[in-house]
């Protein structure tokens, strides 16, 4: 089982509406979250950390922690063709300094 | 304030080869961390450096080495290279080392894509 799963898709979700993208983490010591955009043929870039339980908001993302059930998403609203890309989701284990990632999930934004 | 850079951008090299890779961080930041991203394994954490020590390492074999020099700038080898190894190796520079707030203030160069054939 890998550490941190996401469902690879392909998302597809129309103009406007909201992206819900899911990870689940195996270790429960993870305390700290990330977000990543990556666009086909570029590098990743962060667009959300979260560190405690609930919802942390930033412009059109959300990104969502529920520890107890050792679940992380991240919500787009309005969705935009420019959100279409490879969204990756990392944790920083308990027993480690570095990030480990999913295996990202693909969205495509529908105009 | 210019971005992290990696070079080459494209390499090509055959089994048993080895490769020398390149990373230039941003002004100011001291450390630099190693990546791996293949489709396989996806993005997996290779090493980092800051002060020109290793300061974290994952769960790679030997044949894959690293160095930084005084001026932060970072050098990632290969050797003895696998054809399991074609991937997109990305480097990432932060101001500081450890901890969420250096992942925070952490950015990825473009990437050198290697082939072994």
């Known amino acids: 089982q890998k550490e941190v799963e996401q469902n690879s898709g392909p998302l597809s979700v129309p103009e406007g509406a909201i992206a819900s993208l899911n990870c689940t983490y195996s270790?429960?010591?993870?305390?700290?979250f990330f977000w990543y955009r990556q666009y086909s043929g570029k590098s990743p870039e962060l667009i959300m950390s979260?560190?405690?339980?609930g919802d942390k908001e930033d412009g059109r993302f959300t990104a969502q922690l529920n520890k107890a059930s050792q679940y992380v998403s991240l919500l787009i609203r309005d969705s935009q063709p420019s959100d279409s890309a490879t969204y990756l989701c990392?944790?920083?284990?308990?027993?480690?300094?570095?990030?480990?990632f999913g295996s990202g999930t693909q969205l495509t934004v529908l105009p | 304030k210019a971005g992290v850079t990696q070079t080459p951008r494209y390499l090509i090299k055959t089994r048993g080869q080895q490769v020398t890779l390149s990373c230039s961080p941003i002004?100011?930041?001291?450390?630099v961390s190693w990546y791996q991203q293949t489709p396989g394994q996806g993005l997996q954490f290779l090493f980092e450096?800051?002060?020109?020590?290793?300061?974290n390492k994952g769960n790679f074999p030997g044949r894959f080495s690293g160095r930084q020099f005084s001026n932060s700038r970072s050098e990632m080898n290969v050797s003895t290279l696998e054809l399991g190894d074609s991937a997109l190796y990305l480097c990432?520079?932060?101001?500081?080392?450890?901890?969420?707030?250096?992942?925070?203030?952490?950015?990825f160069g473009p990437g050198t894509r290697l082939l072994v054939l």
């Open positions: 450096y800051f002060s020109e020590t290793q300061r």
């Open positions: 002004s100011g930041h001291r450390s």
């Open positions: 979260i560190y405690s339980n």
């Open positions: 270790d429960r010591g993870s305390q700290s």
């Open positions: 990392a944790s920083l284990p308990s027993s480690a300094r570095q990030l480990t």
């Open positions: 990432a520079s932060s101001p500081r080392t450890s901890g969420v707030r250096s992942l925070e203030t952490q950015y």
